[in-house]
């Protein structure tokens, strides 16, 4: 599967963004999909996750409360919708997919797939 990540920009603290993952040559719905991100000089962190079945977990510490993952997999697309958005937020945000749950879903190794990345840059 290939996949494509748009969205990002530049943003005010506090604003809103809406990241999508449009998958190519798949049908998406097969897939356990996650958003990551990395900030420049720091590892690629564990964002969202969404499963097949619509199970959802995030990065608590990080954005629980503010992100939102959601899927339609009538257009082929994952979600993120971020909300009141921090200056340290800022990062490349990419999406993975693989066709597996992992218990370690929240590491890069839980997914063989991963979309080119969207910069999000918050100010201040």
């Known amino acids: 599967v290939q996949l494509q990540a748009s969205g990002g920009g530049l943003v005010q603290a506090g604003g809103s963004l809406r990241l999508s993952c449009a998958a190519s040559?798949?049908?998406?719905?097969?897939?356990?999909m996650g958003w990551f991100r990395q900030a420049p000089g720091k590892e690629r962190e564990f964002v969202a996750l969404?499963?097949?079945?619509?199970?959802?977990?995030y990065n608590e510490d990080s954005v629980k409360g503010r992100f939102t993952i959601s899927r339609d997999n009538a257009k082929n697309t994952v979600y993120l919708q971020m909300n009141s958005l921090k200056p340290e937020d800022t990062a490349v945000y990419y999406c993975?997919?693989?066709?597996?749950?992992?218990?370690?879903?929240?590491?890069?190794?839980?997914?063989?797939?991963w979309g080119q990345g969207t910069l999000v840059t918050v100010s201040s």
């Open positions: 040559g798949r049908t998406l719905s097969t897939y356990v």
């Open positions: 993975a997919a693989d066709r597996h749950y992992s218990t370690t879903y929240y590491r890069t190794s839980g997914y063989d797939y």
């Open positions: 969404i499963t097949r079945s619509g199970g959802i977990a």
